[in-house]
């Protein structure tokens, strides 16, 4: 069964950083582009960044540029979003999701499987 599960939200300052895990069991990684999102209180889901399979091209919304990196690391299996200057605007419900032949594209329904979520929550 492929899943993907998300770790590393929690609590922290304004100013603060995270890193998020999306972790992958079932299928290989490697082989699709992952894409964060997330979904605040009384708001739709919005992308954040996404990682291609293909040549590794990344993209990121623009709330998010200069303070959000995405990475993975294909021998664990897994996609990190490192999240700095954290501000409360960031607070929201995470998501990692998973989608086969994808290019860098944060188009939410393109995406096939998708985490349960982790909670991150930006305030002093």
């Known amino acids: 069964q492929l899943q993907l599960v998300e770790s590393g939200g929690g609590l922290v300052q304004p100013g603060g950083s995270l890193r998020l895990s999306c972790a992958a069991s079932?299928?290989?990684?490697?082989?699709?582009?992952i894409g964060w999102f997330r979904q605040a209180p009384g708001k739709e889901r919005e992308g954040v960044s996404c990682i291609s399979n293909s040549d590794g091209s990344t993209y990121y919304a623009d709330s998010v540029k200069g303070r959000f990196t995405i990475s993975r690391d294909n021998a664990k299996n897994t996609v990190y979003l490192q999240m700095n200057s954290l501000k409360p605007e960031d607070t929201a419900v995470y998501y990692c999701a998973a989608g086969a032949g994808l290019g860098a594209t944060l188009v939410l329904y393109e995406y096939d499987y998708w985490g349960q979520g982790t909670q991150v929550t930006v305030s002093s």
């Open positions: 079932g299928f290989t990684l490697d082989y699709y582009t």
